[in-house]
């Protein structure tokens, strides 16, 4: 299957999430009780509802996207180049709406596929939940209700290194390591996210981590297929 897919017909994506607010007390009532019944399926018996609220942020009822890092790889004087552009803000619904566009236009051919580490787990329902509850218009990609499996255009480095296990979990930072890939997270981790959002207010360090993450993530691709890693020189980053 894989060397039937040119990775130049792909588009990595990954996102990163923070609560909806800054800290449980910011909810109103009916939030509240929400996520007290939510939370209690998780909760330890010392614990209160306010006190997993960081974990709020990985659920799409409860959270929300602060940044969407997408990129590519394309060909340059036959050499091989990563680029990657990400869509950070306060304003979610603005940045769903400009990646909506990116993503509508690359994958109007038929021939390009979406991928991520765990997306379609997590990043790729994220979003859609999260344009549904904005109003903002799916595009046809995302939009999977009704189709058949072969019709989703969804690609995963973690379903790939699965190989049907389906309760198989591996991180990227695990499987970048046993691959020989340069980590990404060499500055923060998924779990700080919210407090460089919340405290530090730094979005671009976070758009950084962001875009370290699909070029590892591209890079797994290409060991998965038994192809050359893109060399570091190679990675162009798109202001936004």
Not at 128 to 138: C, F, K, N, S, T
Request: charged residues 30%; contains cysteine; proline residues 5%.
């Amino acid at each position: 299957m894989l060397e039937q897919i040119a990775v130049e017909n792909i588009l990595f994506i990954d996102i990163e999430t923070v609560p909806e607010k800054a800290g449980f007390d910011e909810l109103d009532e009916d939030f509240q009780k929400l996520w007290d019944k939510k939370s209690a399926k998780f909760r330890q018996d010392n614990e209160q509802a306010g006190d997993v609220y960081e974990r709020a942020g990985i659920y799409a009822e409860f959270g929300k996207i602060v940044c969407i890092s997408v990129g590519g790889v394309f060909r340059k004087e036959g050499e091989r180049f990563f680029k990657a552009k990400s869509f950070y803000g306060e304003d979610e619904k603005r940045l769903l709406e400009e990646f909506g566009k990116v993503l509508y236009a690359f994958t109007s051919d038929p021939k390009h596929n979406i991928c991520g580490h765990n997306a379609r787990e997590f990043d790729f329902p994220f979003i859609a939940r999260r344009m549904l509850i904005h109003g903002v218009p799916l595009p046809p990609v995302l939009d999977v209700a009704g189709k058949k499996p072969w019709e989703v255009k969804f690609l995963d480095t973690l379903d790939l290194w699965k190989f049907g296990d389906f309760k198989h979990y591996t991180s990227l930072a695990l499987l970048t390591k046993i691959m020989g890939i340069p980590t990404p997270k060499d500055d923060i981790d998924g779990s700080q996210v919210a407090h460089v959002y919340y405290v530090e207010k730094d979005l671009k360090r976070i758009a950084l981590y962001c875009e370290k993450d699909i070029l590892a993530t591209a890079q797994l691709f290409l060991r998965l297929k038994g192809e050359p890693l893109i060399p570091a020189s190679h990675f162009v980053r798109a202001e936004a």
